[in-house]
C-alpha cells in the first residue's frame, strides 16, 4: 500500500539550495519531509562523542540501526526541522561544517547506507513526502513520482555557505570554504556505493543564476507535470 504514497525526489551537491527548496515544497504540499543528509549527519556526531573510529565500518552500521532519532516541524523559523538524538536537540550542531565531514565519510561505507536505507522508506507516509539527499531518485525511492536533479556552480555553492556563515557571525573564508566542497563533491559523487549522480527521468535545474523563487515555480510545474496535485 506504503508504494502508492507520493514521493518527490531533490538530489544534488551540498549548496545547491536542496534543503531550503525542499523544506518549503513540502510545506507547500502539506508533505512530510525527509532530510537524508541529517540522518548521515547524525551518525557522524553519534560516533566521534561515542569515541567510535569514522573508519569501522561495522561499528558504524551498528551505530545507525540502533539510533534513537526524532525529527519534529521545525519551532522557530530559522529551520527547517528539530532534529533530536536520544532526546536531545542536536539541530545546531548538525550544521556545523565538522558535521559534514564526519557525515561525508560515514556515508561512502556502503554498510552504513544499507542500515540507513529502512528508516529512509519508513518515511515514507501519507499524504506524501519530499525527500532530499544524494541518492533519494536513484537508489532509495527509484519508483518516486516526480525527480529533480539540482545543481550549482561550486563557486557560487561556496558564496552562498560564505554569506549564511556570515549572517551568522561566523568568521570563514571564502577560498577555504570552496576547496571543502570541492573537496565533498568529489567524495560524493566519486565513491562506488550510491555516487552522487542525476536519476534517470529526473529534472536537471542548474540554480546558479535562479533565485529561490524561480527553482521553486519550476519544481512545482514539474511535479504538476508528473501528476501529483498541488
Ligand atoms: O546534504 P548534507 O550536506 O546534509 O549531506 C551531508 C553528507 O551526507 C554529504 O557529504 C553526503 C552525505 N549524504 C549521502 O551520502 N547521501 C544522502 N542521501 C544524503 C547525504
Known amino acids: 500500500m506504503s508504494d502508492t504514497v507520493p514521493v518527490i525526489t531533490i538530489d544534488g551537491p551540498s549548496g545547491s539550495g536542496k534543503g531550503t527548496i525542499a523544506a518549503s515544497i513540502a510545506g507547500q504540499l502539506g508533505f512530510h519531509l525527509l532530510d537524508s543528509g541529517a540522518l548521515y549527519r547524525l551518525v557522524g556526531i553519534a560516533a566521534v562523542a561515542g569515541g567510535i573510529s569514522l573508519d569501522d ?27 533530536l538524538l536520544a ?23 556502503p554498510a552504513v547506507r544499507q542500515a ?38 561550486a563557486e557560487e555553492r561556496a558564496e552562498r555557505r560564505y554569506k549564511q556563515l556570515i ?20 567524495r560524493d559523487s566519486q565513491r562506488s556505493v550510491a555516487p552522487l549522480k542525476q536519476a534517470e527521468g529526473a529534472l536537471l535545474i542548474d540554480s546558479t543564476s535562479m533565485t529561490i523563487k524561480d527553482v521553486e515555480a519550476a519544481i512545482l510545474a514539474h511535479i504538476c507535470a508528473m501528476g501529483i496535485s498541488v
Do not use: C, H, W
Not at 87 to 109: I, N, Q
Open 167 to 186: 549572517n551568522k557571525g561566523e568568521s570563514v573564508n571564502l577560498r577555504a570554504l570552496l576547496a571543502e566542497i570541492k573537496a565533498r563533491d568529489e
Open 57 to 83: 565500518e561495522t561499528a558504524l552500521a551498528q551505530l545507525a540501526e540502533s539510533l534513537d532519532i526524532e525529527f519534529n516541524p521545525a519551532k522557530t523559523p530559522d529551520r527547517t526541522l528539530d532534529i
Open 116 to 153: 540507513l536505507l529502512r528508516r529512509q522508506r519508513a518515511m515514507r507516509k501519507k499524504p506524501g513526502l519530499v525527500a532530499d539527499g544524494r541518492d533519494m531518485g536513484t537508489v532509495v525511492f527509484p519508483d518516486a513520482q516526480a525527480k529533480i536533479f539540482l545543481t550549482a556552480s
Open 87 to 109: 532526546s536531545r536537540d542536536v539541530s545546531d550542531e548538525l550544521r556545523l561544517e565538522t558535521s559534514g565531514m564526519y557525515a561525508s565519510r560515514v556515508a561512502a561505507k
